[in-house]
């Protein structure tokens, strides 16, 4: 079995974010594949994830309903593709589960986009060093995204997640 | 890490054939999995497979550009999501190497429509219980593959294939 693929991202059609967090790797795989702690930390707030259904293998059921601060609920039904504990997780929006491809690829319930989501855990010590890198088909839909605010909603999750497993940490 | 994922075939989304060949597993799997091979029997003759690049590892290109006896080129580049040896690969059109949503989902290199193939291999002695379902999004697709020769097609390459590795076998 060859290593898992690195991945090189395209500027004109990925977006990356990098950061370092004062987390060690394994807490931060469990954020990242738990429902329950996924429901604390993956919505900036004030919006909210009020579900959360996942099954951790390839082919499996990767679904949230966000909800903002109205009450109005975004549902996301996406699939699991790659599951490297403690380095490699690897979901889309472009298939649902069992890999079924959504058709037409319009990603109604992501933005009206698709992509696929690549995070990459590296240990540190007692950090962990975080890649989150999410492909898109075209310009147009990387484009969508990074406007929707990607840079600020991905790191201001990440925040969060950080808060939640330190506080995890100390329990 | 959770068993890999059972798949259940949804009638009016989902294409299968089943059949038991007089090949065994570890040729069946040879034969998916190695270009020069997939080049002998991967298209209904007189159809040809000129070219075949396998990434054999999740995210990995699966490309194959199949000719026509006319000689018009036909090129195809899906993308591998699960590789267990000797018993399950999973590749799809939706998407390109890198797990790169095709925008649209239109699969134009593949007659309009998007699927996801699920192979499945089981060694009964020297034979194999082979099982290929052929995924997609809506049933409109499904009935334009169906229409293409679905049934007729895979179970002529499939015999191709047992041929080309009875005669391997043979070497």
């Known amino acids: 079995m060859k290593p898992p693929l690195t991945h090189k991202p395209d500027p004109s059609l990925d977006l990356l974010l990098e950061r370092t967090v004062d987390v060690p790797v ?39 309903v966000m909800c903002n ?15 490297v504990e403690n380095s490699k997780l690897v979901w889309t929006s472009a298939m649902g589960p069992g890999y079924r491809p959504y058709v037409g690829g319009t990603g109604e319930s992501h933005g009206g986009f698709v992509f696929t989501a690549i995070i990459t855990l590296e ?29 600020g909603g991905w790191a201001t999750v990440l925040e969060q997640l950080v808060e939640v497993m330190q506080a995890e940490q100390g329990k």
């Open 26 to 64: 394994e807490l931060v795989w469990k954020a990242w594949t738990t429902p329950d702690l996924i429901k604390q930390w993956f919505a900036p707030r004030p919006w909210s994830t009020m579900e959360c259904e996942i099954d951790l293998r390839p082919g499996g059921r990767f679904k949230t």
């Open 123 to 151: 240990a540190e010590g007692n950090q962990t060093k975080y890649s989150a890198l999410v492909v898109h088909g075209d310009e147009e839909s990387c484009k969508k995204h990074e406007e929707m605010g990607f840079y």
């Open 69 to 83: 601060p109205e009450g109005q609920e975004f549902p996301g039904e996406g699939c699991i593709l790659e599951v």
